[in-house]
T-cell receptor, first 111, second 113 residues
Framework: RKEVEQDPGPFNVPEGATVAFNCTYS??????FFWYRQDCRKEPKLLMS???SGNEDGRFTAQLNRASQYISLLIRDSKLSDSATYLC????????????FGPGTRLSVLP | DAMVIQNPRYQVTQFGKPVTLSCSQT?????MYWYQQKSSQAPKLLFH???????NEADTPDNFQSRRPNTSFCFLDIRSPGLGDAAMYLC????????????FGSGTQLSVL
């Protein structure tokens, strides 16, 4: 079983749609959690850190369920500019700094 | 602005010809990483430095080496590039600690002819 798994995608959604991505992780010692966004041929950029209480940033909402070892990202009112690959990243810091990446989920928002 | 800078943005080398990629940071982070990313795949960690301590991933080929002469700079040396080494190479930094984030440079896209 992979350490971090994500919805395989791709997701093709119309503008204005709400879309949710799921991520699961296997190491219960994981300490911190992030969603990164990566455009084609560009570097990953931090979208959001994910906190235990859940957090929201504009149209984006992230949730963490430590008991189920599950992370989610909800995008409301999708824009064309949201088209990208979304990477779930987990830091298993008990072993030094150890950021583990999920395989990514590709989102295409269609006009 | 504090940042992670990679040069060059695009690098073309010949099969078997050594190549060096560079990374610098103004964030004063003590941890620096090199990732390899191939098309449609997640970044794959090659190695990282915790201050001066070098940590190699078990499956990183010997063909890949790294140097960190000081806190700000880190280099990736590919001694004999093969066609399979064509990829995006990403440098990243973080502070120590369990709740720190990764900060990426813009990457170097390496082509091997």
């Amino acid at each position: 079983r992979k350490e971090v798994e994500q919805d395989p995608g791709p997701f093709n959604v119309p503008e204005g749609a709400t879309v949710a991505f799921n991520c699961t992780y296997s190491n219960s010692a994981s300490q911190s959690f992030f969603w990164y966004r990566q455009d084609c041929r560009k570097e990953p950029k931090l979208l959001m850190s994910v906190y235990s209480s859940g957090n929201e940033d504009g149209r984006f909402t992230a949730q963490l369920n430590r008991a189920s070892q599950y992370i989610s990202l909800l995008i409301r009112d999708s824009k064309l500019s949201d088209s990208a690959t979304y990477l779930c990243v987990v830091n298993i810091a008990n072993y030094g700094q150890n950021f583990v990446f999920g395989p990514g989920t590709r989102l295409s928002v269609l006009p | 602005d504090a940042m992670v800078i990679q040069n060059p943005r695009y690098q073309v080398t010949q099969f078997g010809k050594p190549v060096t990629l560079s990374c610098s940071q103004t964030l004063n982070h003590n941890v620096m990483y090199w990732y390899q990313q191939k098309s449609s795949q997640a970044p794959k960690l090659l190695f990282h430095y915790y201050d001066k301590d070098f940590n190699n991933e078990a499956d990183t080929p010997d063909n890949f080496q790294s140097r960190r002469p000081n806190t700000s700079f880190c280099f990736l040396d590919i001694r004999s590039p093969g066609l399979g080494d064509a990829a995006m190479y990403l440098c990243a930094t973080s502070r120590d600690g369990g709740f720190e984030k990764l900060f990426f440079g813009s990457g170097t896209q390496l082509s091997v002819l």
